[in-house]
């Protein structure tokens, strides 16, 4: 049997994070078994879901590398649950229900109050045919419910180990609204069922759901999949995610924070596992290390601060190739190797590469707050051409004519050269900056 996964979003917001780990998990689990990796638009919700959120989810899932085998699209495939709800309705399984949202919440609150679970009363089953006739000349519409067997629902989760529920305590779902349209508890099998998807790994807020969608499996002749539950993931400080307030969304770490997609994935892939977090510079290491039994059921959180530490030793381990186009893009056309390899490791993210270009390429006010001993350094400086080796000789000099070193000789030539106490190495820099800017600045010259 071949593993097919799925990774069935909403698009209702912006995919953040929490959402990009599920997927991102599906595809290293398709990707280690050999298998396909399903991309599915869960868009029944017609109000929410809109075309740009749609646009969004691919171009997020395509930035981070996470091709798709297969797609499919929920309101394509209204013809089919039409189908599958008719053989509900007609095996006794799926039952109309008359009762208003007013209604079901006092039932609800009543219960809560006398310390029973709210679980749904089967009232419409002692329903007679008059009385349906009545409530629907009073222009009540029904919503229509699955009728759960009570018998105990097992499975062993890849991640929890064995679940059990019993029929009894689950409250019978509703699958069709009053409208007409399908709910996600009955398209996501349905779904699951006719694209023969045989893993479903998804958040731990859908346990509940999978208790449910097992008989539901098992009522319209769908093989049940082998089920997964990650524990969801929360910011920082703890607070859950919300694709439609923007928490941490893929394209805001994207096009704002300028995050490297391979920071993202590095990160995601490893949290709430039991391995380190490394930086990793091709899905296919990730692919490599994965196992869904390294899954601890820990909430894992989100820190922006690691991601941005780890998107910067990705930063100094990426190729000058792999960045060209980034660099193109800051308007840095002329930026090559020997530029990247000297500023990489001093950036955080690729846009900062913008300041160090200035300084190797554009007039600088150089700090001179020791002109004599700066006179002394020019006066010294090697004729070019220059390589790595020149700072080491000129500043060998300079040591020796002078008798400085340490801070004292090395502070003072880093601020004339770039105008800043902190750096790349000079070694470095230096051959960038070439002889004659290097001169006009030592001698306080904006250059």
Known sequence: MSVAVRFAPSPTGLLHVGNVRLALVNWLFARKAGGNFLLRLDDTDEERSKPEYAEGIERDLTWLGLTWDRFARESDRYGRYDEVAAAL????????CYETPEELNLKRASLVSQGRPPIYDRAALR????DRARLESE???PHWRFKLEHKPVEWTDLVRGPVHFEGSALSD??????????????TSVVDDADLAITHVIRGED???NTAVQIQIFEAVGGAVPVFAHLPLLTDATGQGLSKRLGSLSVASLREEEGIEPMAVASLLAKLGTSDAIEPRL???????EFDIAKVSR?????DPEELLRLNARILHLLPFERVSGELAALGLDDADAAFWEAVRPNLSRVAEARDWWAVTH?????ATDDPAFLAEAAALLPEEPWDLSTWGTWTGAVKAKTGRKGKDLFLPLRRALTGRDHGPELKNLLPLIGRTRAQKRLAGETA
């Open 206 to 208: 859908h346990v509940a």
């Open 173 to 186: 779902p509703v699958l069709i609204r009053e409208d007409g349209r399908p709910l996600y508890t009955l």
């Open 139 to 141: 222009g009540r519409k």
């Open 298 to 302: 820990a909430t894992p959180k989100f």
């Open 282 to 288: 091709t899905l296919d290491e990730l692919v490599a």
């Open 89 to 96: 309705k007609a095996s006794g399984r799926l039952y109309p």
């Open 362 to 366: 554009a007039p600088v006010a150089p």
């Open 127 to 130: 329903l007679t045919d008059a």
